[in-house]
Nanobody
Framework: QVQLVESGGGLVQPGGSLRLSCAASGVIFSINAMGWYRQAPGKERELVAVITSGGSTNYADSVKGRFTISRDIAKGRVYLEMNNLKPEDTSVYYC??????????????WGQGTQVTVSS
């Protein structure tokens, strides 16, 4: 299994920036992809950005051009650089890992979430 711990959330003014970090640990066969999701009160959880094992990235339309997902494989970390933040970006942000276990089964893990609040 994969354990995920997010950090970097907080309160920021509109137009500001934050960098989220996700630290992954565990013994697995491989990771297919890692991503960031968010969930605002009363809304469904939605994909923000994902990065595959090959380095391909995909973003929600609402964050394209403002957010950047990246990774440091050696450190087992995934990052989400968020610029020009808007009040509608306010959510709990979750890190996700899609992986293959040592038993060659597909697994899915979530972090505990980190709050991002954009407000003046």
């Amino acid at each position: 299994q994969v354990q995920l711990v997010e950090s970097g959330g907080g309160l920021v003014q509109p137009g500001g920036s934050l960098r989220l970090s996700c630290a992954a640990s565990g013994v697995i066969f491989s990771i297919n992809a890692m991503g960031w999701y968010r969930q605002a009160p009363g809304k469904e959880r939605e994909l923000v950005a994902v990065i595959t094992s090959g380095g391909s990235t995909n973003y929600a339309d609402s964050v394209k051009g403002r957010f950047t997902i990246s990774r440091d494989i050696a450190k087992g970390r995934v990052y989400l650089e968020m610029n020009n933040l808007k009040p509608e970006d306010t959510s709990v942000y979750y890190c996700n890992a899609d992986f293959i276990t040592l038993g060659r089964r597909r697994g899915d893990s979530w972090g505990q979430g980190t709050q991002v609040t954009v407000s003046s």
